[in-house]
Nanobody
Framework: EVQLVESGGGLVQPGGSLRLSCAASGFTFSNYVMSWVRQAPGKGLEWVSVINTGGDSTTYSASVKGRFTISRDNAKNTLYLQMNSLKPEDTAVYHC????????????????WGQGTQVTVSS
């Protein structure tokens, strides 16, 4: 059974930092592209970042580029999101999502969702 368990969220002041983690199980993590998406209160899902299987190719949305860094540890089956210079508009529930395969073009597999981790940026 595929499981994705996000952690690391919390309340932080503007300009602060957080590191999110996503522990994956039930599939061969190293064979899949992984991504982070977020959902702010009252809004739809927003794609944040994606990383290839080897961890050496990443892409970011314009809203987080230069502030967030996605990474993965295939030995630990864990995906990370380092978030710096946080802004109030980053407030959202953050989810990690696996793709359908090893290609960056394989698309997001929406069958499996964790509970997400809440990030609140406020003074």
């Amino acid at each position: 059974e595929v499981q994705l368990v996000e952690s690391g969220g919390g309340l932080v002041q503007p300009g602060g930092s957080l590191r999110l983690s996503c522990a994956a199980s039930g599939f061969t993590f190293s064979n899949y592209v992984m991504s982070w998406v977020r959902q702010a209160p009252g809004k739809g899902l927003e794609w944040v970042s994606v990383i290839n299987t080897g961890g050496d190719s990443t892409t970011y949305s314009a809203s987080v580029k230069g502030r967030f860094t996605i990474s993965r540890d295939n030995a630990k089956n864990t995906l990370y999101l380092q978030m710096n210079s946080l802004k109030p508009e980053d407030t959202a529930v953050y989810h990690c999502v696996k793709y359908w395969g090893s290609s960056m073009n394989s698309g997001r597999d929406n069958r499996y969702w964790g509970q997400g981790t809440q990030v609140t940026v406020s003074s």
